[in-house]
């Protein structure tokens, strides 16, 4: 192999190595938080307060979780230094309706290096899962680091119930389909071009999805 080939050999297997990594952290807290509390349903979230109903989740789930560093409720750059705005799968700038970290958003760093944020709360509909409160994450594998790119080092993440017991998912599969995690994806929607691939990751453990398009036959395995 090319050493071009090489080096990115290794950095497509770091990528995955750390949202495997960081998937298995986060999911060991969801599962000790409700082991104490129960599902997000049971956690008394306030559905008119999206402020409030991220802060309350954050005070669940992050005692089970090793952190370098609680930067709470705030978007200041100057503190979590996270961009502003994260480049689709195919590498283009994402439209508008990707607004970033916002304040009402709760952001977290990891010791690991990954930083996190409980972005909002609520019953989104059904996500082929069950039909339940739902938490989303965002998860930024390696902080403020390159590339800041969807289904790289960047993806969502839902606290979700299967057979009402915790599971971690990806984007709900009712809002995108295989074109949501497909570098021949022309979609300008950060949901359209790579808000999909922790399903893929999740379902398939590769990032096969760099290389070639995903087929709607394989999306549906």
């Not at 009712?174 to 949901?191: A, L, M, N, P």
Request: aromatic share 14%.
């Amino acid at each position: 192999m090319t050493l071009p080939a090489l080096v990115n050999k290794y950095q497509e297997r770091a990528w995955l190595t750390a949202f495997k990594t960081n998937y298995s952290i986060l999911s060991q807290a969801y599962l000790r938080a409700y082991q104490k509390y129960g599902i997000p349903e049971e956690w008394g979230l306030p559905d008119d307060n999206q402020e409030e109903s991220c802060k309350k989740a954050a005070e669940y789930l992050l005692p089970y979780l090793n952190l370098a560093k609680d930067f709470k409720q705030n978007d200041k750059r100057s503190t979590h230094r996270l961009p502003v705005n994260y480049l689709g799968l195919n590498g283009r700038k994402l439209s508008d309706n990707w607004n970033g970290w916002k304040e009402t958003h709760y952001i977290f760093a990891l010791a690991n290096g990954a930083t996190a944020g409980i972005s909002q709360t609520g019953l989104l509909g059904k996500d082929g899962v069950d039909d339940r409160y739902l938490i989303e994450i965002y998860l930024d594998t390696n902080g403020a680091k390159g590339p800041n790119q969807f289904g790289k080092d960047f993806f969502m993440l839902f606290l979700n119930t299967k057979n009402n017991s915790p599971i971690v998912t990806g984007y709900p599969k009712w809002w995108v389909s295989e074109k949501s995690c497909s570098i021949d994806s022309d979609s300008t929607s950060y949901w359209g071009n790579g808000g999909g691939c922790a399903i893929w990751l999740i379902n398939h453990g590769n990032m096969d999805y760099l290389h070639r398009p995903i087929t709607a036959d394989e999306w549906a395995k």
